[in-house]
């Protein structure tokens, strides 16, 4: 199986580059982030047609998380338990959605930005990935044998290497001591993050400004982490790049990870 995540920022948009994408890469499960719409927005029938089921949570322009699969689509979970909320008045954000696949418990994740290190909304990330966390942990520890997948655009470079510049992020966040913490308690819980090891000193987003995509100015933030029973079938994994490339191209590109 081929599992893929892909902040898409805007399905509406970017739809036609998505099932291309699908169509031309082989993908069997794709998650998406940033779907930018609501559900009755969402373009089903591109995917219909291409022969996928899709699951989606929007509640606006904003935020929005979906999974598309060929293989199956069950049990779809819209949020983990005690999930933060943001915003006044305080909401649930469409920021986590998880389904079955082929065996597989797919989460699709968009982990919040977090703004500047002094904003609240760095506070709401980390309290985030700290209930995010949780959630994962407890799901190993009622089935060791299970297989999930955490997979999406995470806002964290976990590693120096994994910004082109650690001069350029000082005092920023993505890089930041407590949020590299969280992202490590994800793997202390018993994940792995499978892509690494495949696709040495790649990056998976490049920002719009200051020419960042040509001068390969990137990040290294869309991120799939493995429980122990799906580790093991990982055989692959690549970064599209060029999927970064051409007119209407979002500022991330998908991140694949072949299972046997």
Same mark, same amino acid.
């Given at each position: 199986?081929?599992?893929?995540?892909?902040?898409?920022?805007?399905?509406?948009?970017?739809?036609?580059?998505?099932?291309?994408?699908?169509?031309?890469?082989?993908?069997?499960?794709?998650?998406?982030?940033?779907?930018?719409?609501?559900?009755?927005?969402?373009?089903?029938?591109?995917?219909? &047609? $291409?022969?996928?089921?899709? /699951?989606?949570?929007? =509640?606006?322009?904003?935020? #929005?998380?979906? +999974? !598309?699969?060929?293989?199956?689509?069950?049990?779809?979970?819209?949020?983990?338990?005690?999930?933060?909320?943001?915003?006044?008045?305080?909401?649930?954000?469409?920021?986590?959605?998880?389904?079955?696949?082929?065996?597989?418990?797919?989460?699709?994740?968009?982990?919040?930005?977090?703004?500047?290190?002094?904003?609240?909304?760095?506070?709401?990330?980390?309290?985030?990935? &700290? $209930?995010?966390?949780?959630? /994962?942990?407890?799901? =190993?520890?009622?089935?060791? #044998?299970?297989? +999930? !997948?955490?997979?999406?655009?995470?806002?964290?470079?976990?590693?120096?290497?994994?910004?082109?510049?650690?001069?350029?992020?000082?005092?920023?966040?993505?890089?930041?001591?407590?949020?590299?913490?969280?992202?490590?308690?994800?793997?202390?819980?018993?994940?792995?993050?499978?892509?690494?090891?495949?696709?040495?000193?790649?990056?998976?987003?490049?920002?719009?400004?200051?020419?960042?995509?040509?001068?390969?100015?990137?990040?290294?933030?869309?991120?799939?982490?493995?429980?122990?029973?799906?580790?093991?079938?990982?055989?692959?994994?690549?970064?599209?790049?060029?999927?970064?490339?051409?007119?209407?191209?979002?500022?991330?590109?998908?991140?694949?990870?072949?299972?046997?």
């Amino acid at each position: 199986m081929r599992l893929a995540t892909w902040n898409v920022n805007s399905i509406r948009t970017r739809v036609d580059r998505v099932v291309a994408f699908l169509e031309r890469s082989g993908t069997d499960v794709l998650a998406m982030q940033e779907t930018k719409c609501r559900d009755d927005q969402f373009p089903l029938a591109a995917f219909t &047609a $291409a022969g996928y089921e899709v /699951a989606h949570h929007g =509640l606006s322009q904003w935020n #929005g998380v979906a +999974v !598309a699969s060929r293989v199956g689509l069950s049990d779809v979970e819209v949020g983990f338990p005690d999930m933060p909320t943001w915003g006044d008045p305080p909401t649930t954000e469409a920021r986590a959605l998880g389904v079955s696949v082929a065996g597989v418990r797919v989460w699709s994740l968009y982990v919040p930005n977090g703004r500047e290190l002094t904003d609240p909304h760095y506070v709401y990330k980390l309290d985030w990935l &700290a $209930a995010l966390r949780t959630a /994962a942990a407890e799901q =190993l520890v009622r089935d060791p #044998g299970a297989q +999930v !997948a955490l997979v999406g655009d995470w806002n964290i470079a976990p590693r120096d290497e994994d910004v082109w510049d650690m001069t350029a992020f000082a005092g920023s966040t993505h890089v930041s001591d407590p949020e590299r913490a969280a992202f490590a308690a994800l793997l202390a819980a018993g994940y792995t993050e499978v892509t690494r090891p495949y696709t040495p000193g790649a990056y998976s987003y490049w920002d719009y400004q200051r020419l960042r995509f040509p001068r390969n100015e990137g990040m290294r933030i869309d991120l799939a982490l493995a429980s122990p029973a799906l580790a093991a079938r990982v055989r692959g994994a690549h970064i599209d790049r060029d999927e970064r490339k051409g007119k209407g191209a979002s500022d991330h590109v998908p991140v694949v990870v072949d299972l046997d």
